[in-house]
């Protein structure tokens, strides 16, 4: 028998700059068209921006505060979207009001304050889910398939390269200060990476890392070496650097490439032969209704709007999500465990008298002489 | 070099290799400007301070130049910008009180050097075809009329292709080569006008340290006259790319392409109206859906593809002569550091870096990782 269908979710928003604007509003707009939900408030201390979103929500309460919203309304999911230092406070504030949240990665900015969330949310038993968006590609997901059913054999070995000139609109320079991002690129589009890496092929348990920030920089370019349980191999990412980007995983019996720009396809070649194009086909629920009406992600965007369904399916029908608390954290710990062995990264174009001058004013060169 | 230098268009190529430079130098007088957070990003490993200013807006500019009394303009951006941009830039420079303003323009903005010993303060051509050129050209000239004012000095610098790790004019010939679209004019026998990142740089640092910079037009370059087929030829080496597969392209007259066609539509206001009207998720489909069409997909990047000839690399490779260089050397006393041997290595190290070249298999991706960490360790 089909389950009635589930009420109209309220939704609020903290943090309504860049990410909200440009990853979550046109998701969230099809959501409330759909009569899926609705956004019910916007929370940020800066006018403008609760202004400029509220033109898309005109029926969102505004408020300047977590502590002002939750007085009034209880959300059933929160999105936490604030600058990554403030994501624990945010999701512990939304967690504590009973509301269920989907928290921007990175998570946290430090792993004892993920561990909070993690813990906050067993306790309230509220889903904490981690917006990885990647892992909702059907490239993502039917290579996941393809490794678990041995298409390309054993002894794995994989390199990610991934690389533009930074172009996100920040409003402030938090994404840039260690104290207020955690790191850089790492961080930022490591996070991604570090997470479908461990639904790969089992979280890293070792390597090495190496990136090119200074004392009062966080890193634009890195490079890290990766022993996972499944396979080994390495990461290439950069804020600065127009690397070709790329993910190419080889094995005993076949090898696999994947656009990271192109979510529904991947080639394959087995045991030498031709390459062959696969469209991936994976859907995910379109909607709350118990059996519902899938889709395809056919864009990044798209992802987005199916992970915000995901999200609520588990709140409303106790369905997993795809990154949960305990694996937002387990990335946290991941890139903290490199950052503690960082070491200066060689950058080509630099003079050998740049490149001397780099290494010795590394950042993990002050961490080292105050410890 | 007394006051701070005021680095305008710092997010940008040049710009955040003067100030990657400058930091390694260990110098502190370098004051970056940028219009938008988002720039700061490209630097963000240095963690230098920046200051906010839209070059577009004297009002906006003036704050972020106090207290420097020289101003590097190295903005790119929107050609139907560059006047303004450049306007508003030389009012703020002087409102601030700086000594000296060094401008960034071009040598395209004669279209290709058609005579021997060009004049360094040879009028631009107006009538260029290419929009970029053609408003250059037009903040050339605003400029012009404003050398003879004593408050403040204002130094034009023509160079001809800025080249090096982090240029277009790297990254385009490398990629073409590797998927044999690249193409050679009247088999390469046109002057390659290079001008090596570093050594424009080197340049820059000549003018500001210079006590009384005489306002001018000045052209720069790298010191070896080179063709477009020395070029092609030094990079296809380095990459492994096979000249044979170099397409032969007639001298005679320039025959439209598609890309040609392509990007007149863009530069249509229309175009960019309808840009800016579409949602995100609108434009990533309509994007993906082109790029498919144009079989534009990273797979392609290693086939032989078809030479497409864009207008603005036919006139390029038919440039006849060098820009003579000898007014900026005599005036500044500047030498150049970077050869055009060293120049090529250190461009395929960055390509090589950047995976262009020797694409990092998963078999390979073991010994290039941990050369490069054992590298960073050792020194």
Redesign the interface.
Known sequence: MTQPPAARADIAIIGCGAAAE?LYR?ALKRLQSRGIARVSALVDPNPARTAALARHFPSARIFATPAEAFANITPVLTIVASPPSLHAQHALDALAAGSHVLCEKPMAVRAEEAERMVTAARLARRVLAVGMTRRMYPSIVQTQALLAEGALGDRL???Y?E?R?????????A??RRATAGG??LMDIGSHVLDFLGALFGPPTGG?Y????????????C?L?LACPDA???V?L?????????F???GSAG?L?L?P??IDAL?LRRDGGT?E?RMCVTTWPSDLEPRGRCGLP?????CIYYQLVQVLRAAVHGEPVPVDGEKGLAVIRTIESFYERA????????TA???????VHHWSQQRWAAA | MGGGVAVLGAGGFVG?RLL??A????RRDIVPVVR???S?????????S?RLGDASRPDSLKPALAGCDAVVNLTTGDPGDIVRTTESIYSAALAAGARVLIHLSSASVYGPVERPNLPDDAPPWLGHWMPYARQKGRAENFLRQRMADPRLAIVVLRPGLIW???SPWV?GPATDLLRGAAYLVDSGNGICNLMYVDNLLRSIDAVLAHAAAPSGFYHVGDDETRTWSDYYIALAAGLGADIAKIHAVPGDRFRAGPRDRIEELKALPMYRQLKDRL???AR??MK?RVVRALGG???A?TANGNAVVTRELWHLQTTRYPLPTGKFRATFGHRNTVSFRSGVA?SL??L?????CE?????K??Q???G??A???G?
């Open positions: 440009g046109d070995r994989f390199a390269r690389g000139v930074y172009d996100w609109p920040v409003s402030s320079d994404a840039f850089g690129v090495s190496a990136d090119d920030a200074r004392a009062d920089g966080v890193e634009a370019n490079r070496e080994s191999g390495v290439q950069s804020w600065n650097q127009p690397l070709v980007t790329s190419t995983i080889a090898e490439t656009d720009g192109r080639r390459w194009t056919r864009s990044h965007p798209d070491t200066s990264l060689r950058l080509p174009w630099l008298a740049e490149q001397s001058e780099a290494d | 955040s990657e430079r930091v390694h130098a260990g938008g957070l988002r700061v990003g490209r630097a963000a490993n240095l963690g230098v920046y090096g790790p982090g990254l949602p995100i998720a990533a489909a993906l997909d990273r797979a990047v250190a190290a960055w090589r870096f950047i995976g262009v694409p990092e298999t998963p078999g991706a073991a290039a990782d941990s490069a960490l590298v960073g360790r020194a």
